[in-house]
């Protein structure tokens, strides 16, 4: 069984930063793949970054250039830096990961979300 916990929303002015860290723990051999969703009230979920295990990174073009997605495989975590936030960047975020269990089962799982308002 793989859990997982998100943390660091909160409120901030534009302009402001603040960083998402999605943490794994359980029967974890590997984790192929980290992404970072959001949902704004009224909005179908979006895909705002992943990276996979090699570290490469991909971004929804309305981020691009502001935030920016790692991970520490050591600590089966993952982080989103966001950097000169919008009020258009409100939305609760939520985690994503797909690896294998110890048992080389796959799996895929959802953070419970973690709400970031960004104030004008």
């Known amino acids: 069984q793989v859990q997982l916990v998100e943390s660091g929303g909160g409120s901030v002015q534009a302009g402001g930063s603040l960083t998402l860290s999605c943490a794994a723990s359980g029967n974890i051999y590997n984790i192929k793949y980290h992404g970072w969703y959001r949902q704004a009230p009224g909005k179908q979920r979006e895909l705002v970054a992943t990276?996979?295990?090699?570290?490469?990174?991909n971004y929804a073009d309305s981020v691009k250039g502001r935030f920016t997605i790692s991970r520490d495989n050591a600590k089966n975590t993952a982080y989103l830096q966001m950097n000169n936030l919008k009020p258009e960047d409100t939305a609760v975020y939520y985690c994503?990961?797909?690896?294998?269990?110890?048992?080389?089962?796959?799996?895929?799982?959802w953070g419970q979300g973690t709400q970031v308002t960004v104030s004008s």
């Open positions: 994503n990961i797909d690896g294998l269990t110890n048992i080389l089962r796959g799996f895929n799982n």
């Open positions: 990276i996979n295990t090699s570290g490469a990174a």
